[in-house]
């Protein structure tokens, strides 16, 4: 297992005026979050716009992140895709340039495509296929396929890989409990989504990071907390400069 925890920003895709990729500014909010004191990265996630990228982009912004942070921060690349071939492939390219970790939704499509436990247990086992790297698994309401705790302790048991978990749905500090009890050391990795709204109960709960937005690094751990291995002091920061969103 690796060992992100703490203040993982998700970074934003940033684009120029014309919707081209704006790779310059893509390095500015990296530097941006290593300046922040960030413990870990994570892109192309949806907060990224990952499903406005062609693939040729994904490369690009990838490629980018790596060659720019050079160690300097730990990365997570999202790779969620309905097809398994697909997201297998797009892991195994993470972890070629360097990913410490790949975070994927279970799969589903649109509004009312979704699979059964024993499929979402078959498609991980499959992503996993030839990775060593940590795999995070991201619970979140966009997604039509129901992930219990019960399937999440399962194929943290029956899949080496998957050590983290993102909970981004509703009463998330009550899952985290539930999920942590369940899972107990074949899950250690247990992250809070929606933003870090509800970061003190999910601490509370077990919570040991999370994908807070990018633009404030530091803005969640300010005060301190020893539980994201944060001083209790301020650091401030300037604000990246980033183009608005393709649309």
């Known amino acids: 297992m690796s060992a992100i925890t703490g203040v993982m920003p998700v970074a934003p895709t940033i684009f120029a005026d014309n919707e081209e990729l704006d790779l310059d500014g893509q390095r500015r909010v990296l530097d941006y979050l290593v300046d922040g004191k960030s413990d870990a990265v994570c892109i192309l996630a949806n907060y990224s716009e990952q499903f406005s990228l062609t693939d040729g982009e994904r490369e690009q912004v990838l490629r980018t992140t790596m060659e720019h942070l050079d160690g300097r921060l730990p990365v997570c690349v999202t790779t969620s895709h309905f097809s398994t071939r697909i997201a297998r492939e797009r892991s195994l390219r993470a972890q070629e340039l360097g990913a410490e970790m790949v975070m ?144």
């Open 104 to 247: 994927l939704m279970p799969p589903f499509f649109g509004a009312t495509m979704k699979v059964d436990d024993e499929a979402v247990v078959e498609y991980f086992k499959r992503v996993a296929d030839g990775l060593d790297i940590d795999i995070m698994i991201q619970d979140a309401p966009m997604s039509t396929t129901p992930l219990s705790v019960a399937l999440l302790a399962r194929i943290a048991r029956e899949v080496p890989n998957v050590n983290y978990a993102k909970i981004e749905m509703p009463q998330a500090a009550d899952k985290l409990r539930a999920l942590g009890a369940a899972a107990g050391p074949s899950l250690p990795g247990l992250f809070d989504g929606e933003e870090a709204i509800t970061l003190i109960p999910d601490l509370e709960a077990g919570a040991l990071g999370t994908p807070d937005r990018a633009g404030f690094p530091r803005r969640r751990t300010g005060q301190g907390d020893p539980r994201l291995g944060r001083p209790a002091s301020v650091h401030p920061l300037r604000e990246p400069a980033v183009r608005p969103a393709r649309h």
